[in-house]
């Protein structure tokens, strides 16, 4: 009897240790992006950006908000196909695959928080691009829309026929 309540005790315990991990996920705000839609229009963003394995594989995981005018920026080595997914995402989220010209390849719009189906970038990309659900809409960014941000224009090479 004395270990079952252990055991019960124990399984308990895990969860709550989980959830405060949870918390305490650290917030870096910092790095200003702009979007610049074919009408002109400028949108400014303050992003995260994670380029390691580690910070990738986090992403946004565990976190209950994020600011509206704030973002995540990922950033790879190569230009693949990419897929990502709603693991553990508790807010719905617009994904945005950038090439390394920081032109707008696609978009996906409203992904869905726990959602473990794979999100395509239909092409490769080197960098995307994490935002609030409904932001993508709300703003008229679009596919073919530019991308500005150091990180983007700094490390990576023009997509051939895009230079």
């Known amino acids: 009897m004395i ?12 969860p709550m240790g989980a959830a405060r991990a949870q918390q305490e996920v650290p917030v870096n705000y910092s790095s200003p992006l702009v979007i610049t839609t074919a009408d002109g229009a400028r949108h400014e963003f303050m992003v ?12 946004l995981m565990f976190r209950n908000s994020m600011p509206a005018e704030a973002g995540m920026l990922f950033l790879f080595p190569d230009s693949t196909e990419r897929y990502f ?15 390394g010209n920081g032109t707008i390849h696609h978009i996906h ?17 080197p960098v995307v691009l994490e935002l609030n659900a409904g932001t993508v809409q709300a703003l008229g ?10 990180d983007v224009a700094n490390s990576l090479a023009p997509e051939p026929g895009n230079q």
């Open 141 to 150: 960014i679009k596919a073919g829309d530019r991308v500005l941000h150091a």
């Open 48 to 59: 995260e950006v994670v380029q390691n394995g580690p910070a990738r594989t986090q992403g």
């Open 3 to 14: 270990r079952f309540v252990l055991a019960v005790l124990m399984a308990l315990a895990i």
């Open 85 to 99: 997914w709603m693991k553990n995402t508790l807010i719905p989220l617009d994904i945005v695959f950038i090439q």
């Open 109 to 125: 719009e409203g992904a869905k928080p726990l959602d473990l189906t794979p999100i395509p970038s239909n092409g490769p990309v």
